[in-house]
């Protein structure tokens, strides 16, 4: 397996666009990327854009589907799933 560097800065670039992408779903990404740099059980930074990166596709589809965060609802994770499932979530945008 080939394990890419992941520096902070590439870090740093993806919050930055998430504020443009995903717009009032941004502060989502925020939060996990805070959780996720004080929790001493995450010590790769690979593994922090990983989270950022499946995050970011999911707010992503929530936005698409308007979707809001107070709406979200076990039908709207069903109806992601099938979306995963159909390879729907494989494109990179």
């Known amino acids: 397996m080939v394990q890419l560097h992941v520096s902070e800065e590439t870090i ?34 690979s593994t922090i854009k990983t989270h950022l990166d499946k995050a970011r ?7 698409l589907n308007n979707v809001k965060l107070s709406q979200l609802s076990m039908d709207h994770l069903r109806r992601y799933i099938i979306y995963l499932r159909l390879g729907q979530g494989s494109r990179r945008y």
Do not use: G
């Open 57 to 63: 596709l999911f707010l992503r589809w929530l936005k």
């Open 12 to 45: 740093k670039t993806l919050l930055e666009y998430a504020k443009i992408d995903l717009e009032e779903y941004a502060n989502v990404i925020e939060a996990l990327y805070y959780d996720l740099i004080s929790d001493p059980s995450v010590t790769s930074l």
